[in-house]
Antibody, heavy 116, light 111 residues
């Protein structure tokens, strides 16, 4: 079964850091670009970050709202994609979903709450 | 950024009757490779989003054939031929032609 499982969410104070992990199973994640999306409470969907497969250069991209604060990384030997989130703001509070390539596989998400 | 506008915001439907959702972009979604990366996603209550339709009109694996997508350029439509109880949820259009990927605001389908 193709699965993406996110972990690492939690309650964090504004200005602090948190790293999310996404573990892939049932497929070779190294063959796919991967993304993070998020959904704030009661709101719609927002794309956060993207990382291309290494054979296509492993390039990354970020939403303007997180550029300079978030870093996306991948470790294909472990089938894990990370989202390193720094200088967190209250508006980063959301459920974060890891998503495969053409948005065909979504993880259930991990909740990040930024609050003092 | 490409702005995606969905209508209606909410769609009360009758079981067994059709439903239609419109999505418009403020610029063409035709990619330089010739494809149009317009997708439709369904989010049932308490669930993560699920891909229904990709590149305008291609149903993803396992999606019932009562769902269909159409359109071109900047105007797109998702149709449900006969609404079933499990179709309740929020539907989003999404463009992946250009970064940043952007979504419509969502359409809530309720019985």
């Amino acid at each position: 079964e193709v699965l993406l499982v996110e972990s690492g969410g939690g309650l964090v104070q504004p200005g602090r850091s948190l790293t999310l992990s996404c573990t892939a199973s049932g497929f070779n994640s190294g063959d796919y670009a991967m993304s993070w999306f998020r959904q704030a409470p009661g709101k719609g969907l927002e794309w956060v970050s993207f990382i291309q497969r290494k054979t296509y250069g492993g390039t990354t991209d970020y939403a303007a709202s997180v550029k300079g604060r978030f870093i996306i990384l991948r470790d294909d030997s472990k089938s894990i994609v990370y989202l390193q989130m720094n200088s967190l703001k209250t508006e980063d509070t959301a459920v974060y979903h890891c998503v495969r390539g053409g948005q065909d596989v979504w993880g259930k998400g991990t909740t990040v709450t930024v609050s003092s | 950024d490409i702005v995606m506008t969905q209508t209606p915001l909410s769609s009360p439907v009758t079981l067994g009757q059709p439903a239609s959702i419109s999505c418009k972009s403020n610029q063409s979604l035709v990619h330089s490779d010739g494809n149009t990366y317009l997708s439709w996603l369904q989010q049932r209550p308490g669930q993560p989003p699920r891909l229904l339709i990709y590149t305008i009109s291609n149903r993803f694996s396992g999606v019932p054939d009562r769902f269909s997508g159409s359109g071109a350029g900047t105007d797109f439509t998702l149709k449900i031929s006969r609404v079933e109880p499990e179709d309740v949820g929020v539907y989003y259009c999404m463009q992946a032609t250009q970064f940043p990927l952007t979504f419509g605001g969502g359409t809530k389908v309720e019985i």
